[in-house]
């Protein structure tokens, strides 16, 4: 609503007797009902927001995506989830030792896509800060479960462990020269795998990671 109030205090600031004018009458009107229709959609974005902030609810059923994974949790008392509940249920230390996960609104994707376009923001939700095990202030609806996205970052020092056995076995591996596509782990040359190679992939789970690691610029 910024621009839409900036607006109107340049308007405020004109001449209340129009000597200022030097467009057609029809002109103005149409730059006044712009203005007025600017206003009308702020107040009511405004308005739903206020409706949507106040059906929110720190107790009840979420849901929380990994990937493909998704499956619905329940909020504790003032909006907490323990963040090992989520680990233990997609198993995610098992498949990353020492890995930190965090919590968002916006997928994968959408958080790729906005740093694209220059939006660097991160915006993780916030966790105790005794032992960072639960995630706080979470909310959701009564009429439908909120929907959180699951980030995970390996640690760094199993991850470059990973990618220098990655590299070793895949340079141990004579291929032979062929016109035809051999399928391995693609992420080693800086193209993350997809679902057609994927038992192939060294870590599926990663395999984003892994192909930024060797060049990949992001979709």
């Known amino acids: 609503m910024g621009a839409v109030i900036s607006a109107l205090h340049s308007e405020l600031s004109l001449p209340t007797d129009a000597t200022d004018l030097t467009t057609a009458p029809l002109d103005e009107v149409r730059r006044y009902r712009q203005l007025f229709k600017l206003l009308a959609d702020d107040i009511k974005k405004e308005e739903e927001h206020t409706l949507e902030v106040a059906s929110r609810r720190d107790r009840g059923k979420v849901i929380i995506v990994y990937e493909q994974y998704t499956d619905?949790?329940?909020?504790?008392?003032?909006?907490t989830l323990a963040i090992a509940a989520v680990d233990e249920e997609y198993c995610l230390s098992d498949i990353m030792p020492g890995a930190t996960f965090e919590l968002?609104?916006?997928?994968?994707q959408s958080r790729i896509e906005a740093q694209i376009n220059g939006d660097n923001t991160t915006l993780f939700e916030k966790k105790n800060k005794e032992d960072e095990s639960l995630w706080t202030n979470l909310y959701t609806y009564d009429d439908e479960p909120k929907k959180w996205y699951v980030l995970v970052f390996q640690d760094k020092a199993q991850r470059d462990a990973d990618l220098k056995a990655t590299k070793e076995r895949m340079s141990a591996i004579k291929v032979e020269e062929s016109s035809e596509r051999v399928e391995g782990c693609s992420c080693l040359a800086g193209n993350p795998c997809s679902e057609a190679n994927k038992y192939?992939?060294?870590n599926f789970k990663m395999r984003f990671a892994i192909a930024k690691e060797n060049g990949w610029k992001g979709f």
């Open 72 to 79: 619905t949790f329940d909020l504790l008392a003032g909006g």
């Open 200 to 202: 192939s992939c060294r």
């Open 104 to 108: 968002s609104q916006i997928s994968v």
